[in-house]
């Protein structure tokens, strides 16, 4: 069966001109805020472990929190706003967002959180977390 599209010609310039509107430099009161860091994950599996790969674009090795609990992960990170408008002048527009924020996720099996490794390179953070060994079943004999 055809799908039937509505097509409205006003809609993409109506959408055209708001857009703008919110990036052309504009403060109100001289304060502008960027939206908080988001993190952003890649999960992989393999027979052994999983591989998590966050990106955090601007954040520090030191302000990277990784927390296990069974098999749940949470991701906890600062970016720091280091460099303040210097007297005179002011911001116009912000795009880069600092403060802080957290992610967590639930895997399908339990972690192994003592031989859990974790790399920081070039804004990405990249976790290798082993599955636990499943416990062997034990069968019962029936008196």
């Known amino acids: 069966m055809a799908n039937i599209a509505r097509i409205d010609p006003f809609n ?8 703008g509107f919110f990036v052309r430099p504009v403060a109100y009161g001289g304060q502008v805020q960027a939206e ?11 027979e052994a472990a ?3 790969s966050a990106e955090l674009p601007g954040v520090k090795k030191e302000d990277i929190q990784v927390a296990i609990n069974g098999n749940q992960v949470t991701l906890s990170a600062e970016v720091k706003r280091e460099k303040e408008v210097a007297e005179g002048s002011r911001l116009l527009h912000v795009e880069r967002g600092f403060g802080k924020a957290s992610r967590s996720f ?5 972690l192994d959180e003592a031989k ?3 790399r920081f390179r070039d804004g990405v ?5 082993p599955k636990k ?3 062997a079943r ?6």
Not at 138 to 143: D, G, V, W, Y
């Open 12 to 19: 993409d310039l109506v959408d055209d001109l708001f857009k």
């Open 36 to 46: 908080a860091p988001r993190i952003r994950v890649d999960v992989a599996e393999s």
């Open 50 to 52: 999983y591989v998590v």
């Open 106 to 110: 639930t895997l399908p099996q339990e």
């Open 116 to 118: 859990a490794e974790a």
């Open 125 to 129: 953070l990249e976790l290798t977390l």
């Open 133 to 135: 060994a499943a416990a």
């Open 138 to 143: 034990r069968q019962i004999e029936i008196h």
